[in-house]
């Protein structure tokens, strides 16, 4: 890409002559940048075959004709952009040398490059100049044609961008209606599989996201310890027998870390139920003290309406 020099013989005597840039190769050192197309001052510097350095201090001593837009200095996030895009040519030898690029790069709008030539005045900066400039000038042609195609490409690209926001609202949906209307869950444990009840109440209680309703004539400390295992910020309220194993100073503990729980109390249920955030019950058949020390089994109440009966029954039966 960059410009060489050959050595051509003419009586006896060696001319320098530098090979013009071509500009298919001034078009691969065109970058978009802010929405504007823009060249480096590495990749200019390349092509006006001078330092980097040396090029941007010939700016610096003309600056009042370079204003912010047509000149400006890269971002770390600009620059890194481009480094991961592989478009960024390599630092010279003398970059190279020195351990690379000290500061961010300057880009350099159409206009800039233009006053580039009121700069580095040379008959190959002229040169250089006229040819970037008639790259630009394609460019321009190039997008000024093919207007309509690339409105076209940009309909095509919105409507998958689209297709595919539908689709994965779809796919959103297919998922919380799984997880709302998962398979039944009917589990039986035999004696000794205190373990495997232990994990299978846990995963229930960490599946309440406001509220836990625990039904069940006999609770102690046991059944706190499991109660724990819910999610922060989730309430509970226990109804069991009014003579339970469970002490208002054990209450008092649990809420000193896993508040709020309250307990209340009521004789008018023989079966253990387990509701999360109102909605869906559990019925149970052990209490959850003795989860896996005899066999019990556990299943998922399948009509919402029972859920609904139950939490009335409970207002209308609560002993204060």
Known sequence: MAAEKNE???????????????????????????????????????????????????????????????????SKEEYNFLRSQSVISKPDDTQEKRGGRRYLPF???????????????????????????????????????????????????????????????????????????????????????????????VDLIRKATRKITLIDGYVDVGTLNLLCKKNEGVSVVIYTHEKTKLSKADIKKFNAQYSPLTVKYTKAFHDRFLILDEKIAYHIGASLKDAGTKCFAVNLLQDESVVQDILQRLELETEE
Request: proline share 1%; hydrophobic share 45%.
């Open 107 to 201: 880009a350099f709008t159409e206009q800039g490059i233009a006053m580039l030539s009121a700069v580095l005045r040379s008959d190959v900066a002229i040169q250089v100049s006229i040819n970037i400039m008639n790259t630009f000038v394609e460019l321009r042609k190039f997008v000024s044609n093919n207007a309509l195609l690339f409105e076209r490409i940009n309909e095509v690209e919105l409507k998958q961008l689209q297709y595919q926001r539908q689709t994965d609202e779809k796919f959103e949906k297919v998922f919380e209606y799984i997880s709302g209307h998962e398979e039944s869950t009917q589990k039986i444990f035999f004696e000794g599989q205190i373990y495997d009840a232990f994990e299978l109440l």
């Open 8 to 74: 051509i013989i003419t009586n006896d005597k060696t001319e320098i002559a530098v090979a013009e840039p071509v500009q298919s190769d001034i078009r691969s050192l065109i970058y978009v940048v802010r929405g504007q197309q823009v060249m480096l001052d590495s990749d200019l510097a390349m092509l006006y075959q001078v330092e980097t350095r040396i090029f941007n201090q010939a700016v610096k001593r003309n600056i009042a004709r370079f204003p912010d837009n047509f000149r400006f200095q890269l």
